[in-house]
């Protein structure tokens, strides 16, 4: 097995990242309706034009359908080319594999303003496990957060939803039908 610098760091920030999650959290849950959200958080990995679209079309059908008027997207671009077909939108930012630091975690100024941002929901929208993005997921103080299920995510979650992630838009539209009936008031 060939160890390259980006290899150690995920190994650096997969142990740092358990200490983290180890250490007591005083982050209060609250779980939340997907009619009574007024702002929602979503993480995802973007490797290529397809997985770009897809998250588009994700907002659009969330702010069409919802009205919800805070929704915000961070990828993760994972391969060392440049991605000419992404591009930072309105409620849509990303990181790449450059803005790491030495423990795998992102340093760009867009991860923190997400990381300290409050949403009423924060969904996972990756089913790899990805360092950069789970250390994301662990520092949000958001009060309800949904991932799809698995033992080892246990720690990340507050709503795990047994279901395949690999198309976004149809594992979102399977999320938003289990959020429409979550905690009916």
């Given amino acids: 097995m060939k160890f390259t610098f980006l290899k150690i760091k995920f190994l650096l920030g997969e142990k740092f990242l358990q200490r983290l999650i180890n250490k007591e959290n005083i982050r209060q849950v609250s779980s939340c309706n997907i009619q009574d959200a007024k702002s929602m958080g979503m993480i995802c990995i973007i490797e290529n034009e397809s997985d770009y679209e897809s998250v588009v079309k994700i907002i659009k059908m969330i702010k069409d359908e919802f009205k919800i008027p805070n929704i915000k997207i961070l990828a993760f671009y994972p391969l060392k080319d440049d991605p000419e077909f992404l591009k930072s939108k309105l409620g849509l930012d ?64 507050d709503l795990m939803i047994e279901t395949d992630p690999k198309d976004y838009f149809q594992y979102v539209k399977h999320v938003i039908n289990y959020l429409k009936i979550f905690n009916k008031k």
Avoid: C, Q, W
């Fill in 94 to 157: 990303f990181f790449t594999i450059y803005d790491l630091n030495y423990h795998a975690f992102p340093n760009k100024a867009v991860v923190k303003n997400f990381i300290s941002e409050r949403f009423d929901i924060l969904l996972d929208l990756t089913e790899v496990k990805s360092i950069p993005l789970r250390f994301i997921l662990h520092m949000s103080n958001s009060p309800f957060k949904v991932g799809s299920f698995s033992e080892e995510k246990t720690p990340y979650y």
